[in-house]
């Protein structure tokens, strides 16, 4: 129903930058939200950044003042951009939507498949 399709990942040396990019497709009504997860290896997915309602933003402390998330309303499109990286933001990054279509009137969230972000020297 809701397909995300991410870009942007790879290897960065430590104080790279990154730009992630997500597109949101499908029978997409309206989109509520849309945010960036990550999950390192042994570890649960987090929060590292959400966009509410095309304005409102929220971040993991961890990203603050290094990472800022945008969106393009009228693409369904979601942006990351990730400066200052370093060895711990090594992960798995998935975008997230919590989109309405037209096969249901309840929001629900629809993930990526995932992009490999690894920071190293």
């Known amino acids: 129903q809701v397909q995300l399709v991410e870009s942007g990942g790879g290897l960065v040396q430590p104080g790279g930058s990154l730009r992630l990019s997500c597109a949101a497709s499908?029978?997409?009504?309206?989109?509520?939200?849309m945010g960036w997860y990550r999950q390192a290896p042994g570890k649960e997915r987090e929060l590292v950044a959400a966009?509410?309602?095309?304005?409102?933003?929220n971040y993991a402390d961890s990203v603050k003042g290094r990472f800022t998330i945008s969106r393009d309303n009228a693409e369904n499109n979601v942006y990351l951009q990730m400066n200052t990286l370093k060895p711990e933001d090594t992960a798995v990054y998935y975008c997230?939507?919590?989109?309405?279509?037209?096969?249901?009137?309840?929001?629900?969230?629809?993930w990526g498949q995932g992009t490999q972000v690894t920071v190293s020297s």
């Open positions: 997230n939507a919590r989109a309405r279509t037209t096969y249901s009137i309840r929001y629900a969230d629809y």
């Open positions: 499908g029978s997409i009504i309206s989109i509520s939200a």
């Open positions: 966009i509410i309602s095309g304005s409102s933003t």
